[in-house]
Every structure is written in structure tokens, then in C-alpha cells.
């Protein structure tokens, strides 16, 4: 059966009429937290219906959603600028493999069922609802549920993303709705009462902290790649030297806080959805800092780094081998897959190989993103300072890698050498799917056997975490005790579970799913008045 927002919010009703009874102990005054103590203040400084951490792409759909309802809602923001990691984003989206769950289920099979149908099920009215907000999108193809935020401009321009404009739009959208942004804020913990309701938030800016009590939150605060502990205890011994390819602020903050208020976590946090970065990652001047990025003029140049000219305009042609030399991925398997491989190989390092002949054909077929980069992607990397090693022979590419990109990694030339002759033997001789690591998919195997030969070295790198707070379909966050947190809510990254090992629904989970938390958040708040 369908779920629709109406269902949402009559579940959300009942929720709210149980917690009504504990609405008198939602003033701050009742709070007895160390967290509250500690901002010096019995006093809140702000007062709010909802407060929502985090204006990424579903941090903004929630509080534009929640003050559409009426909600006085109040949005934090660690950055100087609202939009999140979605602002370097290419700017398609949809659910990937369509809009009708069933069938999507079937090529999603490890998604969370209930999140994945709702997120489904209520594309096409998200869709409906940012139309008449005013929100440009276009169809990547007709009748296709995937579709571009802005447009596309001809390969002659680059690559250029429209998603900033979007999120920007966004923004002012929940401006003018009356809602109150709060830039440069971080929150840093939950206000918690005696009996377990979420009361608000202790947020911090440049002038320390201040409380803001609210009668539900929202976490929108995203993944946790920045946090390097976490990369290696979730997803693997050197994934914390893979790159975190997002806003520098996503440290898994939401889900700490929610943790110490006795959340429960999703499952799938050892899998993610990111592209392989070209390494050593210099040539990014520090966006990935919090100085380098809100220095940034040009959000493409951050779209572009991470996206557009790396290897993923490659597009699985070449060989992929680590630094022992030897094959560990099916290069067929496509990009984000490859990625989550590369993470778990020695210093989550690996290194395409590719031919003259493979460039050729690099250069005779466009990449389609959100603009369709022509010509040679491999000079645009050279000219943006990625390292592209080039020798005349497999043996000189070899000694060079080891001469150019020693860095304390023993990198295997002879193997690499070894490998690649056999992967062109098997190729010649159309038997790559019965190699060791078998070579399959829509692109057939290539021989590597025309000068100049190229390596480019790459680490894993991290776009999304699927592993957050566990939540139910009315986005409440659930307690150990398989509860949920009264006044306690959660949007993906900050959620997690919706998708496991390949990713189908990235922005627009994030989006539905937050549209989806403000409502119900903003439904609970109202009900809790007295
Ligand atoms: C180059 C690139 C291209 C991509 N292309 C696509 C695409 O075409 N289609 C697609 O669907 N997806 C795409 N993605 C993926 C997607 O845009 C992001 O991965 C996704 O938006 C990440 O969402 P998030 O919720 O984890 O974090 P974010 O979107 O970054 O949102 C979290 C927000 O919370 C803020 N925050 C964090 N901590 C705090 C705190 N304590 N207090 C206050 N604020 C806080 C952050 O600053 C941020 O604004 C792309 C990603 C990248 C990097």
C-alpha cells in the first residue's frame, strides 16, 4: 500500500497525544542537564517551535516544510553559507533505480524496506511541492522520476553544477516563509528533560555558547567522513587516509549528541557513496578545511575537484591495481562500488592504468553528468595539478609510480607489470571474465598495449555515509530501548539505514525524508501546546 504524507502525519499525531502529557515538562526551566549548566545560562536564548541543525539539501526541505505548516522554526548552520555537501553536487537526482519501490527494491535488495518505499512513494509529490515553491528541475529523460536541478550547458563550458543556485533559492525560500537562519553555528549537544524529552539544542558561535529551546529538533547535520576515527572503526583499518569529499564539518555531530541521549543506531555503516579521488590531493588548496572552504568564490571549482574531472569521467575503462600490483576490483562493477573497494585496499590507495588507446576513447565519449564534459578529461586533471604518471613502456610506467608517487607505500612494479599482461591476454582472447578477479560489465576489457601508458594514482573518497540514527518512517529517532525520542527527529546523514552497499537515493531520500521530518516535527510541536 501507498504511504503517503497524509499517513505521516496522522501517525505523527498519535506519537504527539502521548507525548502531549509531558508537554509541561518541555520548558527549559525543567531542564537539569551538566550540557545546559555548562553555557553558563538558565536563560534561552532563542525560543522556537522546531529547531533543525544542519541546512543541507534535507536540513532545508525540513524547515521550509515545517514553517510552511506554521511552525516558528529556527535553522543552525555551522557554515557562513546554507546548502551543505549537496552545493557540490552534480545535480541530478531521483530515485535511481525508479520510482516504483517494488522494482527498485529488487535492485536495491540490502535498502531499509519501509524508508526505501517511503522515499519512493513520495518523490513524485516532492517533486510536485519544490515546483510550487518556485524550484527549477528538468527531467534527465522524459518520464524518468531522475531529474537535473537547473540545466545543462554544452561541453565547450565545463562542467557546471546548478545545485548551488538551488540550495541557495532554498534558503530564501525559508526566509521568506519567516523562518530564522543562524549562520556559522554549530550545535553541540541536545537539551534533555528528566523524562527523556528532547527540550532543544545548545548550539555555539564565534561568541561561544547559547541555548535554544524548542519543543522538537531535527538532526540534518549529515555524515560523519570527516571524523577519522570513525572512518577506520566503521568502514576499514586505512580508511582514514581516504578523502572526505564534502563540506568539512560533517564529523558525525547530530548522531554523538543523539547517542548520549540514548539513540540507537542504524545499520549499513560500513558502506558509503563517494568516487575515487586522484591522490596526492594538494590540487584541492584546502577545501576541505573549514578555512579553505568558506574561502572558496567559486563553488563549481569544489564540483569539479570532486566530480567532474576525476577519475569517475572515466568511466571504468582501464585497469585497477593496488600497491601490491595486483588486480582487486571488477573495473565493470561501476564507479561508487570501485570506490567502497579502493577504501579497503593498503592505504586505501589503488592506481587506474590506462593506454594510449583508452584515452582515444576517453576523448571520443562525453561524460554526461550535470554538464557533458568533452574532450580529454586526463588533460583537464593534468591542468588542475592531479598526478597522471606517463611512460612509454608498462616497465618505466612502473618505475616511475614507484619514483613519483613513493610516499613511504612500497608500490609493486613487477606485479603491476605481471598483472596487466595477463588482464591483456585475457582481453585478446575475450576471456577477462574468467580472470582471477573476473572483469565484467557494459564496457568490455581493453588490452593496454599502446604507448604512452598512464597511472593515476587515486584514494577512496566519501561523498555519503549510509550509517546514522535509526529512525522510523515518521523520521523519529529511536531510543535502545527501540522507543522513539520524544522531540527527537533525524533527516539522512544524520539517519542512516535507508541504503546499504550501492547507492540509489542520495539527495532525494535526503530531500523527501526531510520534507517528511519537518511536517511531523512541526505536527508534534503544535500538538504539544498547551
Ligand atoms: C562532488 C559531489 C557530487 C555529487 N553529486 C550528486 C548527485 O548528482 N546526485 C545525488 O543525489 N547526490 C550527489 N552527491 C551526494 C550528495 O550531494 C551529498 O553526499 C549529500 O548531500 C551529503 O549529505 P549529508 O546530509 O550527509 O550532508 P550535507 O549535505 O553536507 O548536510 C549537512 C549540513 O549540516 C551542517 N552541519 C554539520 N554539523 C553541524 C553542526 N554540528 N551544527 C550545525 N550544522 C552542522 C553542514 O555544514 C551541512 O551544511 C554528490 C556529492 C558530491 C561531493
Known amino acids: 500500500m501507498e504511504q503517503t504524507r497524509r499517513d505521516f ?57 515545517a514553517a510552511e505548516q506554521g511552525a516558528n522554526v529556527i535553522l543552525v548552520e555551522a557554515s557562513q553559507a546554507v546548502g551543505g555537501t549537496s552545493r557540490f553536487a552534480a545535480g541530478a537526482f531521483g530515485p535511481r533505480f525508479g520510482a516504483a519501490w ?34 527549477a528541475t528538468e527531467e534527465l529523460a522524459p518520464g524518468s522520476p531522475y531529474v537535473w536541478m537547473g540545466g545543462k550547458r554544452p561541453a565547450e563550458e565545463g562542467s557546471k553544477s546548478y545545485t548551488d543556485e538551488y540550495l541557495q533559492q532554498f534558503g530564501e525560500i525559508f526566509t521568506a516563509k519567516g523562518g530564522t537562519t543562524l549562520l556559522g553555528t554549530r550545535a553541540v549537544d541536545l537539551i534533555v528533560d528528566e523524562a527523556g524529552t528532547v527540550t532543544g539544542l545548545v548550539a555555539e558561535d564565534a561568541e561561544g555558547p547559547f541555548t535554544i529551546a524548542a519543543k522538537a529538533v531535527i538532526l540534518a547535520t549529515g555524515g560523519w567522513q570527516c571524523d577519522k576515527e570513525m572512518c577506520t572503526h566503521y568502514i576499514g583499518r586505512h580508511a582514514d587516509l581516504g578523502q ?13 549528541m543523539a547517542v548520549k541521549a540514548g539513540a540507537q543506531l542504524s545499520r549499513s555503516f560500513g558502506s558509503f557513496y563517494g568516487h575515487p579521488q586522484p591522490w596526492p590531493t594538494t590540487y584541492l588548496n584546502g577545501i576541505d578545511t573549514p578555512e579553505g572552504y568558506e574561502a572558496l568564490t567559486n563553488i563549481d571549482d569544489a564540483h ?17 591495481v593496488n600497491v601490491s600490483g595486483k588486480r582487486f576490483v571488477n573495473e565493470g562493477l561501476g564507479s561508487s562500488l570501485v570506490n567502497q573497494e579502493v577504501m579497503q585496499q593498503p592505504m586505501a590507495r589503488a592506481y587506474l592504468i590506462l593506454d594510449e588507446g583508452v584515452r582515444n576513447l576517453i576523448r571520443e565519449t562525453p561524460f554526461c ?17 592531479m598526478t ?26 613487477r606485479n603491476m607489470v605481471e598483472t596487466v599482461n595477463a588482464y591483456n591476454e585475457a582481453a585478446a ?49 529511536m531510543g535502545t530501548n527501540a522507543q522513539p525520542i520524544a522531540g527527537l527527529y533525524a533527516v539522512p546523514g544524520a539517519a542512516g539505514g535507508i541504503m546499504n552497499g550501492d547507492y540509489w537515493c542520495v539527495m532525494s531520500g535526503y530531500s523527501v525524508l526531510g520534507r517528511l521530518s519537518g511536517e511531523v516535527a512541526c505536527a508534534y510541536a503544535q500538538s504539544t501546546e498547551a
Not at 535492485?107 to 515546483?131: H, Q, T
Open 244 to 256: 572526505a569529499q564534502c563540506v568539512p564539518y560533517l564529523d558525525g555531530a547530530g548522531i554523538k
Open 429 to 477: 582472447a575475450g576471456t577477462a571474465d574468467q580472470l582471477e578477479v573476473p572483469h565484467l560489465g557494459t564496457v568490455p576489457a581493453m588490452a593496454l598495449t599502446t604507448a604512452p601508458f598512464y597511472a593515476i594514482p587515486v584514494v577512496g573518497g566519501i561523498m555519503a555515509t549510509f550509517g546514522g540514527l535509526k529512525i522510523n518512517t515518521d523520521t523519529q529517532v
Open 9 to 65: 502525519i496522522k501517525g505523527a499525531s498519535i506519537v504527539a497525544a502521548g507525548a502531549a502529557a509531558l508537554a509541561g515538562m518541555t520548558s527549559l526551566s525543567g531542564c537539569s542537564t551538566q550540557e545546559l549548566a555548562d553555557t553558563g545560562t538558565t536563560e534561552a536564548k532563542h525560543t522556537c517551535d522546531v529547531v533543525i541543525a544542519g541546512a543541507g539539501i534535507g536540513g532545508l526541505a525540513a524547515a521550509v516544510s
Open 102 to 135: 517494488e522494482e527498485a527494491y529488487a535492485k536495491a535488495p540490502m535498502s531499509d524496506p519501509e524508508l526505501g518505499k517511503l522515499v519512493c512513494d513520495n518523490w513524485a509529490p516532492y517533486l510536485e511541492w519544490i515546483g510550487g515553491l518556485g524550484l
Open 388 to 413: 597522471v604518471v606517463q611512460a612509454d613502456s608498462l616497465d618505466e610506467l612502473g618505475a616511475k609510480i614507484v619514483a613519483e608517487t613513493a610516499d613511504g607505500v612500497s608500490f609493486n612494479a
Open 369 to 385: 553528468n550535470a554538464a557533458v564534459i568533452g574532450g580529454d578529461r586526463i588533460d583537464a586533471m593534468i591542468e588542475r595539478g
Open 304 to 320: 569539479v575537484l570532486y566530480y567532474g574531472t576525476t577519475e569517475h569521467s572515466i568511466q571504468g575503462m582501464g585497469v585497477y
